[in-house]
């Protein structure tokens, strides 16, 4: 269905006048739409803060919970030289293992009974663990006083603790031993 513009437009009746204010009005509105400020699009600018604020909780959230996180100091620099007090101080590796002894130790010492028959084998194996006690502790003060971490110092540390927690088994043994011994005298003067 075609139509003729022409033909459309001569049966129409055309306007012979434009409306008084009609050139007016026409710059009034051109000049509207020209000189319209069109308002600054700031979307990327709230992307980006968006992205600023993940990122700033993400890293506050990872020193926050960093207690864990598994790093390894090798040796202390001369700018920062932080005061190490125990093996805890150097690396979380060395801080489980030095846990895991004392827990250990303190695990079989809670174990043992003490009887008036064992009460002075028990007071050597005590005054043995208080020396062995000393020695672990001037090893920290060594440790703590030195410039760089030795590797001698931290293996004596652990070779310490090893021999405390044999002390404890080897008291723990003999303490049974002398029980069994005792058990087994009881029941041969019953029979």
Excluded: C, W
Excluded at 15 to 32: T, V, Y
Excluded at 58 to 66: P, T
Excluded at 129 to 152: A, C, F, M, P, R
Aim: hydrophobic share 35%; no cysteine; glycine share 2%.
């Amino acid at each position: 269905m075609k139509v003729d513009l022409r033909d459309k437009l001569k049966k129409e009746k055309m306007m012979s006048a434009l409306p008084k204010n009609h050139r007016s009005s026409f710059e009034q509105r051109l000049q509207n739409e020209l000189h319209q400020k069109s308002k600054p699009n700031y979307s990327f600018l709230k992307i980006a803060a968006s992205i600023i604020i993940v990122i700033s909780l993400g890293l506050a959230s990872q020193q926050f919970f960093k207690s864990d996180s598994p790093k390894e100091i090798v040796g202390v620099s001369n700018k920062s030289v932080k005061k190490i007090n125990s093996m805890s101080d150097i690396s979380p590796n060395l801080k489980k293992i030095e846990d895991f002894y004392l827990t250990r130790i303190n695990y079989q010492m809670a174990k043992i009974t003490i009887t008036d028959e064992n009460r002075e084998l028990f007071e050597v194996y005590l005054s043995q663990l208080g020396e062995l006690q000393k020695e672990y502790e001037g090893l920290n003060l060594e440790l703590s006083n030195k410039k760089e971490i030795s590797e001698v110092t931290i293996d004596a540390l652990i070779e310490n603790l090893q021999l405390r927690l044999q002390l404890m088994r080897q008291l723990k043994k003999k303490l049974e031993l002398i029980e069994n011994i005792k058990i087994e005298e009881n029941e041969n003067k019953q029979a």
